[in-house]
């Protein structure tokens, strides 16, 4: 307790030996211009709730590349699609790593995993394990079945919601859940076949939240280690106990599963993740260990089904909002597939104006509004500025996607600008068209991309086709609440309550 008198003294002489390191070490060349920091936390006030929304704020008065002190940390944000492109293509080598983060600590069984793992040998081993026999073509058009009989479970469950209103994103969650499990482990995750919701399902989705609205903190021991040990925010000690649940919740997966899979064997990522424990030893990433499997499952289970109910759900909510597309899109449907069956997958590529509307909602609200931060491996020159080794890069994907400069009624849900013919017709979301990079770009874009593009097609048409939505109250289209909470995925602040009423041929919902 004596020692505590002199912590002020011995962090002001931290900050004072730190900026004089600083001004004797200044490079030739200027960095980003930036907002003055604050003493000792820099930037860091400057964030606000909503940091995707304050940063934007911040590049429209100190330019598209930005300097930003957050504590001891330098940051630069590309807040334009050609600074984006120079980060993420012209020196995407140099800033293939992540920075060191309390999240990939605490949670991320010390970056063990897929998402905060050094870009290396490791990486590459994981990268190819999940793209080879999760993510290729062949793995998903394997599953295809899957996939579609947890949405038909899910349309069931609808059908029978009588006169209470329907959480959507709790429902749409379950289904990926559940058909991310039978892929991954062989099994659904939570409920019976009815698909409704029950205490395990709600306790997952408030654990995936939890995680998502705690990776997105600016956790001030990150970015000041010498306040690291105080816990200032808390942070860190609500991660360590989120992480004994989800370890304990994946622990009991793979041991369940060994236990299975030592009498009847399965076809599913976890049986191969297993086998390959012995095969990948002399693999230049040498041996998956046990670790590694839970964290690939961890990514998996958290970046693979929030992201998918939340843009749908916010998707969804677009469409309610916007009647005159709804209609559009659904008579494309009724065209298309007719009112005697569900949509499949193979439905979806004859569905131009769907697709174009699911990718104003990826502009408009994509899943991780500011990209998974990144690290500067050395020093760099871009558009004439210093950018110094150990930078952390951040790319906020939300403003350059609503960049005046580049899109034309850039707040407008417009589907129509992706349609031949229009001045986006061209434009893609799998990372080359820098002006709309949802999933990220080079090295480090994610992972399940094509699955994430795949299941929110799905997912949209079928919700659209199978139903009409009322909101719950009775409240007018045109009033909803399209509000956002900031985590590390884009959460609406309100969730999306409505009342399906099906419209197909009954035996639908039956079969």
Not at 200 to 216: D, H, W
Not at 359 to 372: A, I, Q, V
Not at 492 to 500: F, G, I, N, Q
Request: proline share 6%; with cysteine.
């Amino acid at each position: 307790m004596s020692s505590l008198p002199f912590i002020p003294a011995a962090i002001a002489t931290l900050v004072f030996l730190y900026n004089l390191l600083h001004f004797l070490i200044r490079p030739a060349k200027p960095l980003p211009p930036g907002p003055k920091p604050w003493p000792l936390v820099g930037n860091l006030p400057h964030l606000g709730p909503i940091p995707h929304h304050s940063i934007a704020k911040l590049a429209r008065e100190y330019g598209p590349l930005m300097h930003l002190k957050l504590g001891f940390i330098d940051v630069v944000v590309a807040a334009s699609a050609s600074m984006a492109a120079q980060f993420l293509k012209v020196h995407d080598a140099n800033f293939s790593s992540r920075p060191p983060n309390s999240g990939a600590k605490h949670v991320a069984y010390n970056y063990h995993d897929l998402v905060f793992a050094p870009y290396g040998s490791r990486w590459r081993m994981l990268r190819k394990i999940t793209s080879v026999h999760l993510f290729s073509g062949k793995a998903m058009d394997d599953v295809r079945e899957i996939r579609q009989e947890e949405v038909k479970i899910m349309i069931r469950a609808l059908a029978m919601a009588g006169r209470e209103p329907v959480r959507i994103g709790q429902l749409l969650n379950l289904c990926a859940t559940n058909a991310l499990g039978r892929v991954m482990i062989g099994r659904r995750v939570f409920g019976d076949d009815s698909g409704k919701e029950d205490a395990k399902a709600e306790e997952f989705k408030s654990m995936v939240v939890e995680l998502m609205v705690l990776a997105g903190v600016f956790n001030i021991g990150d970015f000041v280690p010498a306040l690291a040990w105080l816990d200032l925010q808390g942070v860190e000690a609500k991660m360590k106990k989120l992480h004994k649940r989800f370890d304990a919740f994946l622990s009991a997966i793979v041991e369940e599963h060994k236990v299975a899979g030592s009498g009847e064997r399965h076809h599913d990522l976890l049986t191969t993740l297993v086998s390959l424990m012995d095969s990948t030893a002399d693999e230049e990433g040498g041996k998956l260990t046990d670790t590694e499997i839970k964290a690939l499952l961890l990514n998996m289970f958290t970046a693979g089904t929030d992201t998918t109910s939340s843009t749908v759900e916010w998707a969804l909510a677009e469409l309610i909002r916007h009647p005159h597309i709804l209609s559009r899109v659904r008579d494309e449907l009724d065209a298309v597939v007719g009112r005697d069956r569900l949509v499949t997958e193979l439905d979806l590529p004859g569905l131009t104006y769907l697709q174009a509307v699911i990718k104003e909602n990826f502009r408009l609200h994509p899943s991780t509004p500011l990209s998974l931060p990144r690290i500067a491996s050395e020093s760099c020159e871009i558009n004439g500025c210093h950018i110094p080794k150990g930078a952390t890069l951040l790319v906020n994907v939300w403003a350059i996607a609503r960049d005046p400069d580049v899109w034309s009624e850039p707040l407008v849900f417009r589907p129509e600008r992706f349609l031949p013919g229009g001045d986006k017709a061209g434009v893609d979301v799998k990372g080359s068209d820098y002006e709309l990079i949802p999933f990220g770009a080079g090295r480090r874009i994610c992972a399940g991309m094509s699955l994430g593009i795949r299941m929110v097609h799905l997912l949209t048409a079928t919700l659209v086709h199978a139903f009409d939505w009322e909101l719950a109250g009775g409240q007018a289209a045109e009033n909803l609440d399209m509000d956002e909470a900031y985590g590390l995925t884009l959460q609406r602040a309100a969730p999306l309550l409505v009342h399906p009423r099906p419209r197909l041929s009954p035996h639908v919902y039956n079969a």
